[in-house]
């Protein structure tokens, strides 16, 4: 089998992020709670999608590619620190963003900043807006460019090589620590960086359950288990992946992006007990689902639980 670090990365982020116990809401809440500060993974505001864009970009740069195109929601992460990558790579970012939702601030401010091109597609649909993606591609190959395409979250196995990694990470921070966690809890939204931490798990933390907590309506139990296959074909490893290692819950609230009672009040629970940002979209949400897990009773007592932080701050700023 192969290991991650056997295939070409370029360092865009600040690793290892910080792992350490949550003092005051593990007392409010009784319980052992340990975060993954991987909302500081050093590029912009930080955020999971950095993993990701360190194997996508190293991939794009062999393949000689000076323009790097992705997708998302007008306040996308992914495309903001694709935008934030590219430019440090030297390449050109072009954001092909649906325009629904919040059309300014946020994000987008950032994806000015940062020098990416912005282009809207008036549509509900991600088959609309790749259309678009692919016509823009065609005409830069016309003008004798090398586009290099990146879909929604950069949820592809070798973006999700980047989570497999991260649980490397933890193992050996958790060894420092000398804890054994039981569980360790992501938001979901395209899928890849829980296909890539359950994948991780079962290659680096065996006995640990992944637990995702969905913020879209999407059909993640296949999605993720597709996802963990085609990583584990990759990485040419042997250990077998099924429909048992995956344990999705959901907490959506009225609509993806749209904020959730519970989200806003995790995003003020988690700033007020540990001055830590989370935001609406994403990691509030999934807090949301993870506080709800703990109420109903969902992990043994007593046993050391990780949340990943994948940040997302820069929605705070985009509210209509
Ligand atoms: C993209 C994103 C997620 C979800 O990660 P996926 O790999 O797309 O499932 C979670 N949190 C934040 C802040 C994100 O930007």
Do not use: W
Not at 144 to 160: A, K, N, Q
Not at 198 to 222: H, M, N, Q, W
Not at 245 to 264: K, L, M, R, T, V
Request: a negative charge; proline letters at 5%.
């Amino acid at each position: 089998m192969k290991n991650p670090a056997d295939f070409s990365r370029v360092p865009l982020g600040v690793l290892p992020t910080p792992l350490y116990k949550l003092e005051r809401l593990s007392r409010e809440t009784g319980r052992n709670l340990y975060m993954k500060r991987d909302d500081m993974t050093g590029v912009a505001l930080g955020g999971n999608k950095v993993r990701k864009l360190e194997f996508l970009l190293a991939d794009a740069q062999e393949k000689q590619a000076d323009v790097i195109l992705t997708a998302g929601g007008p306040q996308s992460n992914h495309a903001m620190l694709t935008a934030a990558c590219a430019a440090r790579l030297n390449m050109k970012a072009i954001l092909v963003l649906k325009k629904r939702g919040v059309l300014e601030g946020g994000n987008l401010i950032l994806d000015g900043l940062y020098g990416a091109e912005v282009r809207f597609v008036d549509t509900d649909s991600y088959e609309d807006v790749y259309a678009e993606m692919e016509r823009i591609m065609q005409n830069l190959r016309a003008e004798g460019h090398t586009p290099y395409f990146i879909p929604v979250g950069g949820s592809v196995p070798l973006g999700c090589l980047g989570y497999v990694n991260c649980v490397r990470e933890i193992a050996a921070q958790a060894e420092a620590l000398g804890v054994k966690f039981g569980h360790i809890v992501s938001s979901v939204g395209s899928g890849g960086t829980y296909a890539g931490l359950t994948l991780g798990a079962k290659l680096y933390l065996p006995g640990v359950r992944s637990v995702g907590i969905g913020v879209c309506d999407a059909p993640f139990e296949k999605i993720a288990l597709e996802l963990m296959q085609e990583t584990s074909a990759l990485l040419e490893s042997d250990v077998s992946v099924g429909p048992e290692d995956i344990d999705i819950h959901f907490h959506i609230g009225p609509g993806y992006a749209q904020p959730s009672p519970e989200g806003s009040a995790a995003v003020q629970r988690l700033a007020r007990t540990e001055g830590i940002l989370a935001d609406p979209v994403y990691t509030g949400k999934g807090l949301a689902g993870f506080f709800q897990l703990l109420e109903d009773g969902y992990f043994p007592e007593g046993e050391d639980i990780l949340f990943i932080h994948t940040g997302g701050a820069g929605a705070l700023f985009a509210v209509n």
